[in-house]
């Protein structure tokens, strides 16, 4: 089964072509990150115009790199939402009209279950595992029974992890996207010269909070005393802002563990997935957890981690086993739960 997948929800308009073997014949991303750029930000209504622009010859060379023509692709999916709603509309209709013009099933996938999914594109991987997703809109903990079937463990009370890199790399005056500029200062800074706080860590439970650490960073920077930053205060604050994110998540998951453990003794498993997926730190110190605790650790390759249209083409496969397809009257969705998905999808 060939399947191609189309993402359109926020800055990056994506085709793929996924086989049902988990062989990915092509993985096409645009980014538009350059006509945002001089705006510290994703515009929404450029986004929209610039997805409607480049999709027509995404997909076409997404099926010039697969090697396979329209008439060989079994079914269209297509990000339905959650995202920016211009961008998710963009995607939704292209797919809606190939799939009517072509005569092939059309699939409207939730972003999140991409993000959640592309584990098992990835790796062999069985139901249930642990989820860590964390993105620039989203920061849950989730138990993952199958497509469509999640249990949320915690999330966060303000910010996303994704939106408070975006947002401190702001502060110090690096580009955007903020997460790998904040990476890349991080490598040659001092982690150790600011004590950030590390929010809800040692608390019980699984939820997230980073708006005092955000405040934090801001402290520091008003501190220096200075109106521009030094090299030095740049690189130190991105690693000891960095080096905190990474602490307070991996003791967020911890807990998770431990809790999915009473549910599932058997399955020990922890996945992470969504752009921040893609960070390294975060990487070795959840890696270093699931040895201390005898899980088996999961992070699939950072080009799968951040948005790409190999996810919603993997889950419209996983959706196609289990028979699911949609309707073509499906609206897209801004905001879109997954907890909500079986409902909405059966
Ligand atoms: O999943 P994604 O590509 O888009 C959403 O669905 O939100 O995630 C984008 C987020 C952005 O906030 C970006 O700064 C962050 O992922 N990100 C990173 C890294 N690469 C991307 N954060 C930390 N370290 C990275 N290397
Ligand atoms: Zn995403």
Not at 6 to 27: Q, Y
Not at 65 to 86: C, K, N, S
Not at 257 to 264: A, K, L, P, V
Request: net charge negative; hydrophobic share 45%; charged share 20%.
């Amino acid at each position: 089964m060939l399947v191609l997948g189309i993402e359109t929800s926020c800055d990056e308009t994506a085709a793929a072509i996924v086989r049902s073997d988990r062989s990915i014949r092509s993985n096409i991303v645009y980014s538009q990150i350059e006509e945002h750029r001089s705006f510290g930000g994703v515009v929404p209504e450029i986004a929209a115009r610039a997805h409607l622009e480049m999709i027509d010859g995404v997909i076409r060379r997404s099926l010039e790199v697969a090697d396979v023509t329209l008439t060989e692709v079994d079914a269209i999916a297509a990000t339905g939402g959650p995202g920016l709603i211009g961008g998710v509309i963009v995607g939704t209709m292209t797919a809606k009209a190939m799939a009517l013009a072509a005569d092939k099933p059309y699939l409207a996938i939730n972003h999140l279950e991409g993000h959640a999914l592309t584990a098992r594109l990835t790796n062999e991987l069985e139901f249930p595992y642990l989820l860590l997703l964390v993105s620039g809109g989203h920061c849950q903990l989730l138990s993952v029974m199958g497509p469509g079937v999640y249990k949320q463990l915690g999330t966060t009370m303000d910010d996303a992890v994704g939106e408070a890199f975006d947002k401190t790399a702001k502060m110090l005056g690096l580009g955007l996207p903020g997460g790998p500029a904040i990476e890349g200062a991080a490598k040659i800074g001092n982690p150790k010269r600011f004590n950030f706080p590390r929010p809800l860590k040692g608390r019980t439970g699984c939820d997230f909070s980073f708006s005092g650490l955000k405040t934090a960073v801001r402290q520091a920077i008003l501190n220096t005393g200075s109106d521009t930053l030094s090299d030095d205060d740049v690189n130190d604050i991105a690693a000891s802002f960095q080096t905190a994110v990474a602490d307070t998540i991996a003791d967020r998951c911890a807990n998770a563990i431990s809790s999915f453990n009473e549910t599932y003794p058997k399955d020990k498993t922890l996945v992470v997935a969504g752009g921040v997926a893609a960070n390294s730190e975060l990487r070795a110190r959840l890696s270093a957890l699931c040895q201390m605790t005898g899980f088996r650790f999961i992070s699939p390759p950072p080009a799968l981690c951040t948005d790409n249209a190999a996810m919603i083409a993997w889950a419209g496969i996983e959706r196609l086993h289990l028979g699911l397809t949609s309707d073509l009257n499906f609206a897209p969705r801004p905001r879109w739960p997954l907890e909500e998905l079986a409902t909405v999808m059966s």
